[in-house]
């Protein structure tokens, strides 16, 4: 995961922290001292072995807590009963078992302070603050990213000569050390709607799983992994995605053939039921996809209580062959977009142009729109077949206009008014959908792209009253990706884009036929700043511009995976003492996502660069002058 910084912790935070601590405090209670302990020197194992942090005499109220700390790091309750007081305070550790679901924090982040409360009967109850940086949270099977202190206060009393916890967390704790060497993280493999792509689900689970060696630690994680799949679309994917493979289709076994790299399902006869017409090549996809994100190089073969397929599905696909995900017959099911000859195209002087990515230097040209007026945010097809762009003077209400990908034969859509960029739906009947600011509020619209018919959506019910300011569809068509951000400013005129460019929390929201129907709670890249530019790497990654509050965490290209695991830094402003390029808050990616195209600006205009998606091959795309500010890249379709 991707480094994290403390923010400077203010005296109200100490405040807040010791009315946390008081509000377990029997009501007869003082707090006298407050005092700020350094806690005990790091002893790992009793992390990788909890048994082996054994319970002694004499153990200060903070190393107790320090420890019962590590020992929540193994999720073992067991071990942990032997830390909490008898009675009720056992019967919180149930929810450890009835999981999963941890909290999980910075390995190296944990202060503590000490709160002494004296009681009328002269006996006495002690609270630790326990004060760690947040990295996430895992419920079920899904991860949330979360980031930002958060505080654990562990109430303690003598059971005998020795401290016990009175009030242990119903969910364990874990820092991320210890979680990431319990956790296996993969993919499961669902369909999107249409039935056209698999669609890679992420999920988490415990991987203490396979005591026989490597052999049967991939059989374990591969069953665990097949048997959720089975189980079709869970959490917050759900009203996503859908299965081809019937429900009620029940996993036999799986074993691994190290030596021939061939990994074998053996599934109950609900496999072959009749179901989704042509669903035979989906129902290998997902399986083989499946597979093969844990076992990269493994070969699948599938077979139905014990037997050999010969065909499946009403598109008799050949069951009876090995497959990896890379097989023609299956490797076209990952939703993925066209190139269009490697162009990038982009606005200078009001007018759309392309350059080629293949060729550096050479001299942009211009596409001949045969529509009068300043053009922006030219955004192409999936298919790479047309391009779509918006045409309005600045400070005007604009028209969404869609022509060839040579820009022969424009049409106009109904779609007029203060507008956002638009984004392609892939599939069919080819579509757009873009915001409009009308009287006061936000509306999503969808634009037939073939007859420019323009349909009103709903928006769904936003997170904590925001409104998004720009929408991208995912290449499977499953959901989009929102920045949302608080109302804009009175200040701003109509027909002002930068309605649709103000940076905020980055949010997923679920696409259905008539719009957005439901958001994901929490937005996918806290503490990585205000976020503008987002853009669909593949249908798992996205990436965004990150512009934090510190001048040091001033635009910064990001990647991270829907659910917000994994933060990777690919290129921050100034990298490198010759270069010393900035990133502009516009961004786009090419079909294979590997290549970014973003805009820079400089003291005598803007260009646009290009650096590869590990942050090298940084070099100029264009050349800024003082006549020209180039704009709004786009690379196929975003």
């Known amino acids: 995961m991707a480094e994290r910084r403390w923010p400077r912790v203010a005296a109200a935070i100490v405040c807040l922290a010791l009315a946390a601590c008081t509000a377990g405090v029997p009501p007869t209670g003082e707090v006298t001292t407050v005092t700020q302990i350094a806690s005990p020197p790091e002893e790992r194992s009793g992390i990788d072995n909890p048994r ?15 420890r019962f700390m590590r020992v929540m790091a193994g999720g073992d309750r067991t071990e942990a009963a032997r830390w909490v007081a008898p009675g009720s305070a056992q019967r919180r550790l149930d929810g450890w078992e009835r999981g999963p679901s941890v909290m999980v924090y910075e390995t190296r982040s944990v202060t503590t302070e000490l709160v002494q409360a004296a009681t009328a009967g ?58 990431n060497q319990r956790y296996r993280r993969s993919e499961l493999f669902m369909t999107s709607r249409d039935r056209r792509h698999v669609v890679p689900t992420p999920i988490l689970f415990d991987d203490r799983t396979g005591t026989g060696g490597r052999d049967a630690s991939v059989q374990g994680r591969t069953t665990t992994a097949l048997r959720l799949l089975l189980a079709g679309p869970q959490g917050r994917v759900a009203k996503a995605l859908d299965t081809t493979i019937p429900l009620g289709t029940r996993l036999l ?80 099911l990952w939703p993925q977009r066209r190139a269009h000859d490697n162009l990038v195209a982009f606005v200078r002087g009001g007018q759309v142009h392309t350059v080629s990515v293949d060729q550096l230097s050479t001299t942009p040209v211009p ?79 969808s634009v037939n792209a073939d007859s420019g018919r323009a349909t009103e959506l709903g928006l769904g019910k936003l997170p904590h009253g925001l409104e998004p300011t720009l929408v991208r569809v995912s ?32 949010y997923v929201g679920v696409l259905g036929p008539k719009g957005i129907t439901e958001w994901f709670p929490t937005p996918i890249a806290p503490g990585l700043g205000a976020a503008s530019s987002p853009v669909w790497v593949d249908p798992a990654t996205v990436a965004f511009v990150g512009n934090g509050d510190d001048i040091q965490d001033r635009k910064k290209l990001w990647l991270v995976k829907i659910d917000g695991w994994g933060p990777t830094l690919v290129l921050s402003p100034g990298r490198g003492s010759e270069l010393e390029v900035d990133i502009d808050d516009e961004l786009t990616v090419d ?48």
């Open 52 to 66: 082996s942090a054994t319970l002694l005499q004499g153990l200060s109220e903070v190393e107790l807590a320090a």
């Open 122 to 179: 002269g006996t006495g109850e002690m609270a630790v603050d326990v004060r760690v940086r947040l990295v996430g949270r895992v419920d079920g099977h899904e991860w949330t990213a979360l980031a930002g202190p958060e505080s654990l206060v562990l109430h303690l009393r003598r059971v005998a000569t020795e401290w016990r916890i009175t009030d242990p967390p119903t969910k364990p704790w874990m820092d991320e050390e210890s979680f």
């Open 253 to 332: 076994s799986v074993t691994y053939d190290a030596e021939q790299g061939i990994v074998t399902v053996n599934l109950s006869n609900e496999f072959t039921a009749a179901g989704v017409p042509d669903s035979g090549r989906l129902r290998m996809g997902q399986l083989v996809w499946t597979v093969n994100r844990l076992v990269p190089t493994a070969q699948v073969q599938v077979r139905v209580e014990g037997r050999p397929l010969a065909e499946l599905g009403t598109d008799h696909f050949p069951a009876g062959k090995l497959y990896r995900r890379t097989s023609s017959e299956l490797s076209k």
């Open 367 to 445: 596409l001949q729109l045969t529509v009068n007026g300043t053009k922006s945010a030219p955004t192409w097809s999936p298919d790479g077949g047309r391009i779509a762009y918006l045409v309005g003077e600045t400070g005007q209400p604009h028209t969404l206009w869609v022509a060839s990908a040579s820009g022969a034969a424009p049409v106009a859509t109904d779609l007029q008014g203060v507008l956002s960029p638009p984004s392609w739906v892939p599939g069919g009947p080819a579509r757009l959908l873009a915001l409009k600011r009308q009287a006061g509020r936000m509306e999503l619209w």
């Open 475 to 506: 290449p499977d068509g499953a959901f989009v990706l929102a920045v949302l951000a608080p109302g804009p400013s009175s200040r701003l005129g109509p027909g002002r884009r930068d309605l649709f460019e103000t940076p905020g929390p980055l």
């Open 591 to 638: 079909p294979a996502g590997e290549t970014f195209v973003f805009k820079a600006p400089s003291e005598v205009g803007t260009a646009l660069w290009m650096v590869n998606r590990d942050g090298r091959g940084l070099k100029a795309l264009t050349s800024p002058d003082a006549t020209n500010f180039d704009s709004d890249p786009d690379f196929a379709s975003r």
